[in-house]
């Protein structure tokens, strides 16, 4: 499929399938299975993680776990397409990994592990936000880790990688941790405010924010309904900037380009909830606490 889709502008698309011996109902079919899984594709991720937490759930469970939330409707064949393109059953089948110490504190904590939930009022750099979010470009997928602040909704660190993994995730916070050191903001005491995803609480994450860094770790109890300053970011950023990143020919290129508008968003893009300025401008206006 995909060499075709390399020479099919050159040579067009009859000729190529003939050298390749592959039937065009199969290139027709492999096209619109592809393009169906990229309408979707939010939906990956909620959908392995019932996979995971309920393997004894067929699709029209796992339709309600997945509405329940996102709280919203979803269509159960849509699930049960998506089940069969993902391979989902088979995740269904694999063996749950006893739970890590910090998973069974954060159940023990319940709503306590929301640090964010407890305070009354948020200062500027005080909480960052932070989640994964799938960036499509024009040869393939990779994920994008942002960490936003809560009050001046500047990026002071971000990362792209293929998959969304610890080692991207630390990457992020290694940007942002020069960030604000460069700008004269303490880093110990600092709330990162995230879900429950593996790389979240899992020993390379936490190892480094809490016993190297003294950062404070906070989690939703809900996926990413409990994190909509982020889901906010990632809606607006895919948006304003879609044929920009659908324009990229490479990972690399992606990256340029992710930089570039990251860039705007903190110098010159203007915000309402920050009286019309940016976030560089806000920040500029404010003193580091101490």
């Known amino acids: 499929m995909e060499l075709v889709r390399q020479v ?22 492999q096209a619109q299975r592809a393009s169906y899984a990229e309408r979707y594709a939010a939906l990956r991720r909620p959908l392995e993680a019932i996979a995971r937490t309920h393997p004894e759930y067929g699709y ?19 699930v049960q397409r998506l089940h069969q393109h993902w391979e989902l059953p088979l995740l269904r089948h694999t063996h749950v990994p006893r739970p890590s110490a910090l998973r069974h504190l954060l159940i023990e904590s319940g709503a306590r592990a929301n640090l964010l939930a407890q305070l009354d009022m948020v200062g500027p750099l005080e909480v960052l936000h932070t989640d994964f979010t799938e960036l499509v470009y024009a040869t393939g997928k990779a994920e994008l880790m942002a960490l936003v602040d809560h009050t001046s909704k500047v990026v002071p660190g971000w990362a792209i990688g293929v998959h969304g993994d610890t080692e991207v995730a630390l990457r992020a916070w290694a940007a942002a941790k020069r960030w604000l050191h460069r700008h004269r903001w303490p880093l110990e005491g600092l709330i990162v405010h995230h879900d429950q995803d593996p790389v979240y609480t899992g020993y390379g994450w936490t190892g480094q924010l809490l ?27 895919k948006d304003e900037n879609r044929s920009l990143l659908l324009d990229a020919a490479n990972l690399a290129e992606l990256v340029r380009i992710v930089g ?12 309402s909830a920050l009286g019309n300025q940016t976030p560089m401008e806000f920040i500029r206006g404010l003193r580091p606490r101490r």
């Open 211 to 237: 016993l190297q860094d003294h950062a404070r770790l906070s989690y939703t109890l809900d996926g990413c309904r409990g994190n909509t300053e982020m889901e906010s970011f990632h809606s607006r950023f």
């Open 8 to 29: 099919q502008d050159e040579f067009g698309l009859a000729p190529a399938l003939a050298v390749l011996g592959l039937p065009r109902s199969t290139w027709y079919y």
């Open 260 to 271: 570039q508008r990251i860039t705007y968003y903190n110098h010159r893009r203007r915000h």
């Open 60 to 78: 029209r469970r796992v339709t309600t776990e997945l509405e329940a939330r996102l709280g919203r409707t979803v269509n159960h064949k849509v």
